[in-house]
């Protein structure tokens, strides 16, 4: 069971450091913090797809 809860409380640690990154993004370029993140979210998804077929080849 600490396994479980160790992974659990990594997770949260990099879901915070990850939201903080987000928010100073978002503060810096003085835009909306959904925009940055909705921007965020696009560029991993396509970065992951681009990854997925260079595994293919």
Sequence with gaps: MAKNEDTRDASLRVSKKTRDSL???AAV????LY????EAI???LASAKAGARKGKK
């Design 23 to 25: 928010k100073a993004a």
């Design 35 to 38: 925009d940055v993140t909705n």
């Design 42 to 44: 696009n560029n991993y």
């Design 29 to 32: 370029a003085g835009r909306p």
